[in-house]
């Protein structure tokens, strides 16, 4: 068996075998991720809700903003929360710095203009007269802001697997805020990241496996439930 057959080998029996190490990782990937896209999605979708359909000064200053924000790589985000939670910034004397809940913090910010901006087309694509009748019709606003979502369905869960997509897999914040401590703050990506540097890549193509399935489920996920949307229409 040549060196690849034996690290790929390697790398599937430390998945199907229960490596307590490799799952203590993958359980803090989704851990922390599940939470800091749960945290984001009420105020991101409501704010892109806002830009869609409220029309307001700075309204397209915002829009931009948000679309810019798009483009920050991790490792700035994970840089502006390590300085205001440092022990010299502002944030210091809430101790989270190389923490879960720091990571938290950089994943939230690094998925909030991800929604916002695809959200905010999502609401767009949306006939305003879906809004517009609901609310005639004496629907309360919150009514009618979940008629306008049920309409954006698919476009929402699309955004919502695109910033999901995007923090597990992130490693500059998650680096520089969790700090990579095992069994704690030790990410996916981050494990794979130390993994590699050591020439271990066992352990590295096992959690890239994980990646790659995830990406592989989201989007077959989408695609099912795309698929139930045309068949009920």
């Not at 915002?62 to 939670?85: D, R």
């Not at 905010?120 to 008629?147: C, I, M, N």
């Amino acid at each position: 068996m040549d060196d690849s057959s034996s690290i790929m080998y390697d790398a599937m029996h430390l998945l199907f075998s229960g490596d307590t190490e490799l799952w203590a990782i993958i359980g803090v990937s989704f851990q922390v991720s599940s939470i800091a896209i749960l945290i984001t999605i009420p105020a991101a979708l409501i704010i892109a809700f806002i830009l869609a359909y409220a029309d307001f000064p700075g309204r397209r200053l915002l829009i931009s903003i948000f679309n810019t924000l798009l483009a920050v790589p991790a490792v700035v985000i994970g840089l502006t929360f390590y300085l205001l939670l440092s022990h010299q910034g502002p944030l210091g004397d809430w101790k989270l710095l190389f923490t879960q809940s720091a990571m938290v913090m950089g994943q939230a910010a690094l998925s909030f203009p991800i929604l916002v901006a695809m959200g905010h087309a999502a609401f767009q694509a949306v006939d305003k007269r879906a809004w517009e009748t609901a609310r005639t019709l004496g629907a309360s606003p919150a009514a009618s802001f979940y008629t306008v979502m049920k309409e954006a369905r698919f476009a929402l869960l699309a955004a919502l697997f695109a910033a999901y997509g995007r923090i597990i897999a992130e490693v500059g914040a998650s680096m520089m805020l969790g700090g990579n401590i095992l069994h704690y703050t030790r990410n996916i990506p981050t494990a794979i990241a130390l993994e590699t540097s050591k020439g271990e890549f066992s352990q590295g193509i096992a959690l890239g496996l994980v990646l790659i399935f995830l990406a592989f489920a989201l989007n077959i996920s989408l695609q099912y439930f795309q698929g139930k949307g045309h068949l009920s229409n």
